[in-house]
Antibody, heavy 119, light 113 residues
Framework: EVQLLDSGGGLVQPGGSLRLSCAASGFTFRNNAMTWVRQAPGKGLQWVSSISPSGNNTYYADSVKGRFTISRDNFRNTLYLQMSGLRAEDTALYSC????????????WGQGTLVTVSS | DIVMTQSPDSLAVSLGERATISCKSSRSVLYSSNNKNYLAWYQRKPGQPPKLLISWASTRESGVPDRFSGSGSGTDFTLTISSLQAEDVAVYYCQQYYTTPEYSFGQGTKLEI
């Protein structure tokens, strides 16, 4: 059974940093591209970042480029999102997601971890 | 960027009746080399993560009831629930993966009884 367990969220002040983790199980993690998606309160889904199976290729939404870093540990089956320079508008539920296929279709989502940026 | 626009924003349908949700993309998500539409539909129930219902605009995922169907091509797509059940109450999102991994989602349609 595929499982994605998101963690690391919390309350952080503007300008602060946070690292999110996503522990994966139930599939061959190193074979799948992975993605972070967020949903701000009362808003829709927004793609944040993706990473290739090897970790050699990373992609970011313009809104987080230069502030967030996605990475993965294929030995620990864990996905990360290092967030710095956090802003109020980054407040959201952050979910990691597993993709499948060459087109990186998002096929399974974690429950998410809540990040609140506030003073 | 491809902008995805769903309509309506919310929808109330009686049990057993048909529910129809529209999704329009600002440009075509049909890839001409393989004639596939890079369009997915997700269902998000309260307190749960989104669940993939349909990929390639019309291919149901394993285990998804056949009352759910997707149709359309190019820029105009539809999710239809043929006979609404109580457990179908959720927010439904369309998503394009034509410009993967720079995905974009519709704003969501809240479906109620």
């Amino acid at each position: 059974e595929v499982q994605l367990l998101d963690s690391g969220g919390g309350l952080v002040q503007p300008g602060g940093s946070l690292r999110l983790s996503c522990a994966a199980s139930g599939f061959t993690f190193r074979n799948n591209a992975m993605t972070w998606v967020r949903q701000a309160p009362g808003k829709g889904l927004q793609w944040v970042s993706s990473i290739s199976p090897s970790g050699n290729n990373t992609y970011y939404a313009d809104s987080v480029k230069g502030r967030f870093t996605i990475s993965r540990d294929n030995f620990r089956n864990t996905l990360y999102l290092q967030m710095s320079g956090l802003r109020a508008e980054d407040t959201a539920l952050y979910s990691c997601a597993k993709t499948r296929g060459d087109q990186w279709l998002i096929s399974f989502w974690g429950q998410g971890t809540l990040v609140t940026v506030s003073s | 960027d491809i902008v995805m626009t769903q309509s309506p924003d919310s929808l109330a349908v009686s049990l057993g009746e048909r529910a129809t949700i529209s999704c329009k993309s600002s440009r075509s998500v049909l890839y001409s080399s393989n004639n596939k539409n890079y369009l997915a539909w997700y269902q998000r129930k309260p307190g749960q993560p989104p669940k993939l219902l349909i990929s390639w605009a019309s291919t149901r995922e394993s285990g998804v009831p056949d009352r759910f169907s997707g149709s359309g091509s190019g820029t105009d797509f539809t999710l239809t629930i043929s006979s609404l059940q109580a457990e179908d109450v959720a927010v439904y999102y369309c998503q394009q993966y034509y410009t993967t991994p720079e995905y974009s989602f519709g704003q969501g349609t809240k479906l109620e009884i």
